[in-house]
């Protein structure tokens, strides 16, 4: 199992990224999907997760600004990240889960993509 993950870049306070993460290889179709990020000097947190059914489940700070969803058939994850503000700013990682377990720690995740850095400007 491959994960992608794409979309990061620069962008200025108050603006919005667009994160994608493409899987590959033999996954489970209950698989939990999960984004997580790490900023520098920083443990890495969880930031969101979905379910194969759509069920998602957010770190509570972040659920009015970040949208997590997928596409089953494409086998893909996404982040919608709006009015982005300087602490946003860390390497953001998907990974799965294949039994569908919802979680939250890092510990219970199969697979991980390498991250993709997201860094917002004041």
């Known amino acids: 199992v491959q994960l992608q993950a794409s979309g990061g870049g620069l962008v200025q306070a108050g603006g919005s990224l667009r994160l994608s993460c493409a899987v590959s290889?033999?996954?489970?179709?209950?698989?939990?999907m999960g984004w997580f990020r790490q900023a520098p000097g920083k443990e890495r947190e969880f930031v969101a997760s979905?379910?194969?059914?759509?069920?998602?489940y957010y770190q509570g700070f972040l659920k009015d600004r970040f949208i997590i969803s997928r596409d089953n058939v494409n086998n893909a994850v996404y982040l919608q990240m709006n009015s982005l503000k300087p602490e946003d700013s860390a390497a953001y990682y998907c990974?799965?889960?294949?039994?569908?377990?919802?979680?939250?720690?890092?510990?219970?995740?199969?697979?991980w993509g390498r991250g993709t850095q997201v860094t917002v400007s004041s």
């Open positions: 990974a799965i889960r294949l039994d569908g377990v919802v979680v939250r720690d890092i510990g219970s995740y199969d697979y």
């Open positions: 290889g033999r996954t489970s179709d209950y698989a939990l």
């Open positions: 979905i379910t194969w059914s759509g069920g998602r």
